[in-house]
């Protein structure tokens, strides 16, 4: 029998990996006084808010004892001014100088943090990911501060920070080459056009998500010239794997356009909302992205808005038909239309959607409002030998006689099923004592009732809340 005490350090902190909790880990390092000191070293991870408090002295007392973090979490979701006083721009100088090992640093609702402190960060020569979420007083100075400054920085989340405008430190990052994933959410400052200011880095990014506040494009339709800047533009992107687009403008040769077609690694695309997407554009993007595995498009139903084109055009079955030809690992299919979306508008029939998921491994198959998609496609579904996970959102041409074929489906093992108002009681019986399904989730389903899910799945959850009708 070996003692405790006895126990290798290294052995200890590995034990110490295992526990995810950290109020768990807490009351491990209080067992003993080695306990306590070992688990202080291995610390790395620290996530504080509304309880640092006094801020400044509780998170100096908190990176002392942990002197070997690398990665510090501040949020303050939920805060109100009787939390105590939030952290402000001296609280970050406190992390720049007491930890030197700092590489990942999120700032989530810190609405009290400014450009000098965020340049008090410049000094942390080992950051390399920086994720800042509603930040209101932060502008581009800030960030170009932080960029010029940290030289290897990989990561970089930008989410609703509303008063960054000019773009230098885009400039400085694409001199860099180092960047890898950069993510822009709803900030009304940042246009499309201006990723083009990358330059080189393209050729080293493997993640992009840029999103723009839908009501801001929409009431100033913004950037179309910065947009036209991209027009002869060369983008090196052949190593990007994720490119996630919403309520973006996708402009003929132009724009993120340039990306589309280009990126010969790619393995999740997800559109939501592109004004301008085109058949082109996807049958590009199939063509030469083979590794292609998960793709997500959200078709936007208001096609009034001429903006970039001048022919509106839809994506169609041609699309469908060229994922299903060219992108032979596609496991994950995404198809969902917007609100006020109507049924003879669809843009996908039944045989371009049957097309992708008979001839594809698809697994996982998500659809929502596909109008086109009815009982006949539940049928073709029997013949499909890797389909495991079916989420059906407001799809109103599937009744019951289409919810039966779930029993015939040889790999399913999730169906989730929302507001789908063709379906009712009887369409489950077939799926009652099968235990075929290991998950089954029913919400908001009007003709579905409790009693008639219970049984049909290892595990069901139900949920009733017609609001949505009326």
Same mark, same amino acid.
């Given at each position: ?106 700032? /989530? ?55 960054? /405008? ?26 499309? +056009? ?58 003929? +040769? ?167 108002? +063709? ?48």
């Amino acid at each position: 029998m070996v003692l405790m005490d006895n126990l290798p350090d290294q052995l200890i902190w590995e034990i110490f990996n295992r526990i995810k909790n950290t109020i768990d880990r807490n009351s491990v390092s209080l067992t003993c006084k080695r306990f306590y000191n070992l688990e202080n070293e291995q610390r790395k991870h620290l996530r504080v808010g509304c309880g640092l408090n006094p801020a400044n002295e509780a998170l100096t007392c908190l990176c002392n004892r942990f002197p070997n973090l690398n990665k510090v979490e501040i949020t303050y979701s939920g805060w109100m001014s009787k939390s105590g006083k939030q952290l402000e721009d001296p609280g970050l100088s406190i992390l720049a100088n007491i930890c030197p090992f700092l590489t990942d640093l999120t700032l /989530s609702y810190c609405t009290f943090i400014t450009d000098a402190g965020l340049s008090s960060l410049s000094s942390c020569s080992k950051l390399s990911s920086l994720k800042l979420n509603f930040t209101p007083r932060i502008t581009g100075s800030g960030i170009f501060s932080i960029v010029s400054g940290c030289k290897d920085l990989k990561k970089i989340h930008l989410i609703r920070c509303l008063n960054i /405008s000019n773009v230098e430190w885009l400039e400085c990052l694409g001199k860099q080459e180092t960047l890898q994933d950069l993510c822009i959410k709803n900030c009304r400052g940042i246009g499309e +056009g201006y990723l083009v200011k990358l330059g080189p880095t393209w050729r080293n990014m493997k993640r992009l998500q840029f999103e723009v506040d839908s009501n801001y494009r929409y009431m100033k339709l913004y950037d179309r010239l910065a947009v036209d800047r991209w027009q002869k533009q060369w983008v090196p992107c052949e190593n990007m794997t994720e490119l996630m687009l919403t309520n973006c403008m996708i402009s003929p +040769g132009r724009g993120l356009a340039c990306i589309l077609d280009k990126c010969k690694n790619l393995e999740k695309v997800h559109l939501d909302m592109c004004i301008g997407a085109r058949d082109c554009d996807i049958i590009g993007l199939a063509e030469n992205s083979k590794n292609l595995r998960a793709i997500s498009i959200r078709v936007p139903s208001d096609f009034s808005l001429p903006l970039l084109m001048d022919n509106p055009l839809r994506l169609t079955d041609n699309s469908l038909k060229s994922l299903a030809q060219n992108c032979t690992q596609l496991e994950s299919v995404s198809l969902s239309f917007s609100d006020g979306e109507f049924p003879s508008l669809s843009s996908f029939s039944l045989d371009g959607i049957l097309s992708l998921i008979t001839t594809c491994p698809v697994k996982s198959l998500f659809l929502d409002r596909v109008y086109s998609f009815n009982n006949t496609g539940m049928e073709a579904l029997s013949g499909s030998n890797f389909l495991q996970i079916l989420e059906l959102t407001r799809c109103q041409e599937i009744s019951d006689d289409g919810l039966e074929f779930v029993a015939r489906y040889p790999w399913l093992r999730v169906l989730r099923l929302t507001k789908c108002l +063709g379906v009712t009681d009887d369409g489950f019986k077939p799926l009652i004592g099968l235990c075929k399904l290991e998950q089954l989730v029913v919400n908001d389903c009007p003709q579905v009732s409790l009693k008639g899910v219970q049984g049909a799945a290892k595990s069901v959850s139900y949920k009733q809340d017609l609001s949505w009708m009326y």
